[in-house]
Antibody, heavy 120, light 107 residues
C-alpha cells in the first residue's frame, strides 16, 4: 500500500525556517517524481515545487522561489522541503504528492498534510 | 503562467442529479488536465487524468472530456459521498496551476 507521511510542520515566526519531511513507503520511491502542494486555510490548492526521480529537474512556484528548497533522499525514501524566510502568507497545510507516472505531474497519492503556521 | 478558471464556483444539486463542472485554461494545454475531489479535512483525491482517463478505483459515474482550453467533469448520477469540492489542474507546463475549486453542495 502506498503511504506518504508528512512531518515537520508547526508554528514559526515570520522570517524563520522550517524543514518538512515526507516519508514514502509501498512503492519504488526512486522511480517517481515527487511534489509539494499547499492549501491555505479555507483556500484552494497551490502547487509549490516538484523534483524529478533523480533530482535532475527541480521546479518552484514564483511565490517560493529563492526561499524554499526541495530535495529528496532515495536511499531513505524521503522527500524534503526546506523553507526559509517564512512569511504569514506561507501559512498552509503542506501536502506531499506522488506523480502518477513519473514526469506526468498528475498527483495520484497524497499524504495527510502537515500544518505550517507563520505568526508572531 | 496558465490560469485555470472553473465554473460554477458552487453548485447545489440533489442525489441522482447529473452535474457538470467546467474548467477553462487561459491557453491551450492539449489534454494535460486532471480533476481532483477534496472533502473537508482530507487530502485531494485524483479522479481523472489526461482529461478523460478514469483513475483506478474511481466510480464510472465520473467522466471527463475536452482538450485545448475547455474541459468538463461530469458526474452522471450524484451519490451522497460526491458532495465535496472539485479542482482542475493543468500539467502542461510549469508553474502547475489549479482552478479555484467548485463546491458541490446538497440541495
Amino acid at each position: 500500500e502506498v503511504q506518504l507521511v508528512e512531518s515537520g510542520g508547526g508554528l514559526v515566526k515570520p522570517g524563520g525556517s522550517l524543514r518538512l519531511s515526507c516519508a514514502a513507503s509501498g512503492f519504488t520511491f526512486s522511480s517517481y517524481s515527487m511534489n509539494w502542494v499547499r492549501q491555505a486555510p479555507g483556500k484552494g490548492l497551490e502547487w509549490v515545487s516538484s523534483i524529478s526521480s533523480s533530482s535532475s529537474y527541480i521546479y518552484y512556484a514564483d511565490s517560493v522561489k529563492g526561499r524554499f528548497t526541495i530535495s529528496r533522499d532515495n536511499a531513505k525514501n524521503s522527500l524534503y522541503l526546506q523553507m526559509n524566510s517564512l512569511r504569514a502568507e506561507d501559512t498552509a497545510v503542506y501536502y506531499c504528492a506522488r506523480d502518477k507516472i513519473s514526469g506526468s505531474y498528475y498527483f495520484d497519492y497524497w499524504g495527510q498534510g502537515t500544518l505550517v503556521t507563520v505568526s508572531s | 503562467d496558465i490560469q485555470m478558471t472553473q465554473s460554477p464556483s458552487s453548485v447545489s444539486a440533489s442525489v441522482g442529479d447529473r452535474v457538470t463542472i467546467t474548467c477553462r485554461a487561459s491557453q491551450g494545454i492539449s489534454s494535460w488536465l486532471a480533476w481532483y475531489q477534496q472533502k473537508p479535512g482530507k487530502a485531494p483525491k485524483l479522479l481523472i487524468y489526461a482529461a478523460s482517463s478514469l483513475q483506478s478505483g474511481v466510480p464510472s459515474r465520473f467522466s471527463g472530456s475536452g482538450s485545448g482550453t475547455d474541459f468538463t467533469l461530469t458526474i452522471s448520477s450524484l451519490q451522497p459521498e460526491d458532495f465535496a469540492t472539485y479542482y482542475c489542474q493543468q500539467a502542461n507546463s510549469f508553474p502547475l496551476t489549479f482552478g479555484q475549486g467548485t463546491r458541490l453542495e446538497i440541495k
